[in-house]
């Protein structure tokens, strides 16, 4: 499936770059060649994985982990691992054994592909001597003198197969593995190339993490996917993005906030920017004051982009003559979103609740012991823990998250603390509680409340209910008074 979508992509670009880091250059023909022969060793004899033998015993293939920052050999390595199977897991550099293994919740790994740092901390780590450590200069050396894998005597991976295992918190902080199939990616891959647009041969730089989800998914498997070229940024300086956008004619950007806020502060980026078609950011709200900036100085739009591990990509911010930042943009296709209530009615434009999405690239579900553990409910429906809202343009804006302390000034605040206080008032059906940025305080309580029909409520009323019932910190900062719609909004006794 996805190994073999990688290879259908790389067959019909050639000779064409596919990866560009530091100098080392790699075609889309190298990098078959490359990824062939890499799985050809990963089913040697020699290896620990197993990787084909496990497969026609009919025994699920466990993940191979890679410790590796941004660099060509990456996309070779999982190309290699895709085409045989064998589920990926990426794993954060700078994390030591201990940090992976409480990650990973007792679920095992066949091995681990690291440079000459990462895997000296895994071989004095002796609780796990049964892992097969494989260091990628080695693999390289002997990639180089292997035969070319065998397709015909390969068991293909199905759609449903795992292809991606992530580390996650999900939406508490209890670790979770997220497992994504071949489907899952290439869904994911098709959604996004769709809503983006990415032309075979766009020089495309990711400034995310290949270990991150949003980095995997849309920094590295979508550029290939879309017949583009990936240049990789090892480390970020601005002084060295800047020459490497100048140099290597890169046209698309992804990036997080912080990058581009530090490309602001820094004069010589102008030229550079200016010469980019698309700027996109992800993995942390986009100030509006970063946005405002950039369209003045560089005359482009950074669109910010929506997702998690469970979903793959939700959303992305339309191209806009006057950008923004009320919202992380419409839908994506082959994505569905729906805003609900606590019991899982539908919403009308405008309200705020539960942000629920529906679509074929997100997760297989989470891993446990006895099985994978779906988080979808019974209409396919899966909850990401942020409240939002869908507007009338179907674009949608963010409210925080579900279940998220609140730090104002220091002090930790529950938000269904004062929804449950709030909810106690009388001719209130509905209230939703969250934490937005200030400048001192770090965070101050907002609260929304939806009122039964029909009946007005006066806002003094309510604060002097609340000061009875609650700690001066508590008390919401911003208070918004909306009548709720009879058909979508259940009482709060119900």
Not at 341 to 350: H, I, K, Q, R, V
Request: proline fraction near 5%.
């Amino acid at each position: 499936m996805l190994g073999d979508a990688i290879l259908d992509v790389a067959g019909r670009m050639g000779d064409r770059d596919s990866t560009i880091h530091e100098g080392r250059s790699l075609s889309y023909r190298q990098l078959i060649d490359s990824s062939l022969r890499l799985a050809s060793v990963f089913c040697s004899k020699d290896s620990g994985l197993n990787a084909q033998s496990s497969a026609r015993e009919g025994k699920s293939k466990l993940p191979v982990a890679i410790q590796l920052g941004n660099c060509v050999d990456y996309p070779i390595v999982v190309t290699a691992l895709a085409i045989l199977g064998i589920p990926i897991l990426p794993v954060h550099c700078q994390w030591n054994p201990d940090e992976t293994l409480r990650s990973l919740g007792g679920r095992k790994i066949s091995g681990l592909i690291g440079d000459s740092v990462a895997l000296e901390k895994w071989r004095g780590f002796s609780t796990r001597t049964d892992l097969e450590l494989m260091e990628i200069g080695n693999l390289r050396s002997l990639a180089s003198d292997a035969s070319l894998l065998d397709m015909s005597k390969r068991i293909p991976p199905q759609e449903g197969d795992e292809a991606l295992c992530l580390m996650t918190s999900g939406t508490t902080s209890a670790p979770k593995l997220v497992i994504r199939s071949h489907g899952n990616l290439l869904n994911n891959s098709k959604n996004v190339g769709e809503s983006l647009g990415w032309k075979k041969g766009a020089r495309v730089l990711p400034v995310t993490p290949f270990h991150h989800a949003n980095g995997f998914s849309n920094g590295l498997l979508l550029p290939i996917l879309r017949g583009a070229c990936t240049v990789i940024l090892s480390t970020f300086f601005p002084s060295k993005l800047v020459a490497m956008v100048r140099e290597e004619s890169v046209n698309v950007l992804v990036a997080s906030p912080i990058v581009y806020s530090s490309l602001l502060s820094y004069p010589e980026a102008t030229a550079s920017m200016q010469g980019l078609s698309q700027a996109i950011s992800s993995g942390a709200a986009l100030p509006l004051e970063v946005v405002t900036e950039a369209h003045r100085r560089w005359g482009l739009q950074i669109r910010e982009l929506y997702g998690s591990s469970e979903t793959g990509t939700i959303s992305i911010e339309p191209v806009r003559s006057t950008p923004s930042l009320r919202s992380v943009g419409v839908a994506v296709p082959g994505v569905e979103i729906g805003i609900h209530s606590e019991t899982g009615e539908n919403l009308p434009a405008g309200e705020i609740g539960l942000i629920a999405v529906r679509s074929a690239a997100i997760m297989q579900g989470y891993w446990r012991p006895d099985g994978v553990q779906s988080a979808c409910n019974s209409e396919g429906w899966y909850y990401t823990g942020d409240f939002g809202t869908l507007q009338h343009d179907q674009s949608i804006q963010l409210h925080g998250r579900r279940r998220k302390f609140i730090n104002s000034g220091g002090n930790k605040i529950d938000p269904l603390e004062i929804e449950e206080v709030l909810n106690r008032f009388p001719n209130i059906r509905r209230s939703v509680v969250f934490g937005q940025p200030h400048s001192r305080l770090g965070e101050v309580v907002h609260a929304t409340v939806f009122l039964a029909p029909m009946v007005e409520v006066d806002q003094k009323e309510i604060y002097s209910y609340l000061h009875k019932a609650l700690a001066d910190y508590k008390i919401p900062r911003v208070l918004q008074i909306k009548s709720a719609a009879v058909s979508n909004i259940p009482d709060k006794n119900s």
